[in-house]
């Protein structure tokens, strides 16, 4: 399968800086990334989707100015947490996909987020 | 809005037996359903992609069914081993599939050895 490469996949920060994961697609360009974020014993749930070249589209009670996101290539997306605050500690997982419909999703290995 | 179960939340069966996995879903106007596996702490591999227009997929010692009527899939897995400890979550595409995934909450699976 496909290859989705995402770092760093753990990261320790203080409350009010910012930090930057990013997500790779390694053989194959990826016209769309998907952003999740997991709580433990919770579903997976998407923060937002990332167009290449274009602005990405939040899902509702995700704030956008808080997690930002670039799509500047096909091949990396990068998310911004930030002014972090312990809240927003948790795991975070990015998906990318070719953009033809119907294929088989394919993830990074996640971010575990502390914010101490 | 599309809703995403599975059952059981946790299971613990002794090695080398079969047992199966239930997933759920509420629309059945899906395109595809996908079986994932997460380890701890890990990302999500991908096991299964099973199309609306198929019953089944096979790979090694899983298979997975797909009823899309009644909005059910399985995942059986034949002789279990204590490698197959995980987590394993079922998702169906929130749209054509461009659009991400609906995932249920997961069944966390331990094989006793």
């Known amino acids: 399968g496909a290859v989705v490469s995402q770092h760093p996949s753990r990261v320790i920060c203080k409350s009010g800086t910012s930090v930057k994961i990013e997500c790779r697609s390694l053989?194959?360009?990826?016209?769309?990334m998907f952003w999740y974020r997991q709580f433990p014993k919770k579903s997976l749930m998407l923060m937002a989707t990332?167009?290449?070249?274009?602005?990405?589209?939040?899902e509702q009670g995700v704030e956008k100015d808080k997690f930002l996101i670039n799509h500047a290539s096909l091949t990396l997306s990068t998310l911004t947490v930030t002014s972090a605050h312990p809240e927003d500690s948790s795991f975070y997982i990015c998906?990318?996909?070719?953009?033809?419909?119907?294929?088989?999703?394919?993830f990074g290995q996640g971010t575990r987020l502390t914010v101490v | 809005k599309q809703e995403v179960t599975q059952i059981p939340a946790a299971l613990s069966v002794p090695e080398g037996e079969n047992l199966v996995l239930n997933c759920s879903f509420t629309?059945?106007?899906?395109?595809?359903l996908q079986w994932f596996r997460q380890d701890p702490g890990k990302g999500l591999t991908s096991l299964l992609l099973?199309?609306?227009?198929?019953r089944e997929q096979t790979s090694g010692r899983l298979n997975a069914s797909l009823d899309k009527s009644s909005g059910r899939s399985t995942l059986y897995i034949a002789a279990s081993q204590p490698g197959d400890s995980a987590t394993y979550l079922c998702?169906?595409?929130?749209?054509?599939?461009?659009?991400?995934?609906?995932f249920g909450k997961g069944t966390h699976l331990i094989i006793q050895p």
């Open positions: 053989d194959f360009q990826a016209t769309t």
């Open positions: 998702a169906v595409p929130r749209g054509g599939g461009a659009d991400g995934l609906t």
């Open positions: 998906s990318a996909t070719d953009g033809r419909m119907n294929t088989e999703a394919f």
């Open positions: 629309d059945s106007a899906i395109y595809n």
């Open positions: 990332s167009n290449e070249g274009s602005k990405a589209t939040y």
């Open positions: 099973i199309q609306s227009s198929q």
